[in-house]
């Protein structure tokens, strides 16, 4: 298996050499790649050092599998190059996410769409992936018919010049601003660009990467998406509204024995998910798990996960795992 990294010198490439390596991914040639100002720096992978090198070059070396984490614009140009090359792509950036000849995958759910033909595979939104990992299962019992979403965003999903400017902030030293306010000791209700509607681009991926992936257009969902001066991960509130009553103890039962998906749900000993302990895992945590008393058949839940793993990173790999194991690439 020859792997390329596009966007290897990135927080989330970082991450996804990290996750290939702790999962012992079958890779016979690395091939990190970024942008020009970083060809020729040196990657260690695996006690290995590898060379950087520029798209072109990555495009020419024909990789198995190409996992981009350069953003949209990159993908949209590049993608397609591997892709004629005879590169399967897992990109990491929204460019291709809604296009309707490109699969959305989240491995738990829906890997089984997944065929030979898929050349450039959308990996899902950092909050959308959670999201869903909690919805789907309960979706298969109840049937899900609205869903609101409020989300606590943490400032690595904007990347390193975000970190940097927290850091700045606490130090108190000037430097680049990520954000155009402060992110310390404040709340910033603006993730990624407004649209017409009033809404970010990042709640609008909340409001449509559900439905696609889950396979069910008849689900209404409605988000608001908030940047917090939180480093570990991403959490999110979330009220379901069902066709169907559920009991708690199954709700609970359901989502234990769900792949993926930690419980920790008992206010007697206050455990619940957090973002502090949430950092570094790959799982997708829930618990604050109660009936919504104003509403018949909902539920209010709330979910952490580690957004640079699960939901970047080794959802990626997963979908790459999930292609070698049933001989796709």
């Known amino acids: 298996m ?7 010198t990135g927080m989330v490439g970082s991450v996804m050499l990290k996750v290939l390596a702790e999962r012992n ?15 020729g720096k040196q990657i260690v992978f695996n006690d290995k050092s590898f060379s950087v090198v520029a798209l072109q070059t990555a495009v020419d070396m024909t990789p198995d599998i190409a996992i981009f984490s350069a953003g949209g614009d990159t993908s949209l140009e590049w993608a397609p190059k591997f892709a004629a ?5 897992i990109d990491n950036s929204s460019a291709w996410r809604m296009n309707p ?5 989240v491995p738990e759910i829906n890997a089984n769409v997944l065929t030979a033909e898929d050349k450039i595979i959308a990996n899902p939104n950092c909050s959308t992936i959670q999201l869903v990992m909690v919805m789907n299962p309960l979706h298969q019992k109840y049937k899900i018919k609205r869903t609101v979403i409020s989300t606590y965003q943490s400032i690595t999903g904007t990347g390193v010049k ?13 430097g680049e601003m990520a954000y155009p306010y402060a992110i310390d000791k404040n709340c910033i209700p603006h993730c990624d660009v407004f649209e017409d509607n009033g809404y970010t681009k990042e709640e609008l991926k909340l409001m449509n990467e559900p439905k696609k992936i889950m396979g069910d257009d008849s689900i209404k969902l409605s988000a608001t998406a908030v940047r917090v001066p939180v480093v570990g991960g991403h959490s999110e509130s979330v009220n ?15 989502l234990h024995e769900t792949d993926g998906i930690t419980l920790q749900d008992n206010t007697d000993t206050n455990t619940y998910p957090m973002p502090l302990y949430a950092e570094g895992k790959d799982d997708v945590f829930v618990g604050r798990i109660r009936r919504d008393e104003s509403q018949a058949n909902t539920l209010n839940l709330w979910i952490v996960t580690d957004n640079l793993r699960k939901g970047a990173a080794t959802n990626a790999v997963q979908i790459g795992e999930y292609l070698v194991e049933h001989k796709l690439v």
Request: charged share 25%; hydrophobic share 45%.
């Open 2 to 8: 020859k792997i390329a990294v596009v966007g290897a």
């Open 25 to 39: 991914f079958p890779i016979t040639e690395l091939i990190p790649v970024a942008s020009p100002k970083s060809v």
């Open 85 to 89: 090359a005879g590169t399967t792509v």
């Open 101 to 105: 000849n490109n699969k959305l995958v």
């Open 162 to 174: 975000a970190v940097e400017q927290l850091a700045n902030e606490r130090a108190g030293t000037e």
């Open 240 to 254: 379901i509204e069902f066709e169907n009553d559920f009991d708690l103890a199954e709700v609970r039962k359901i």
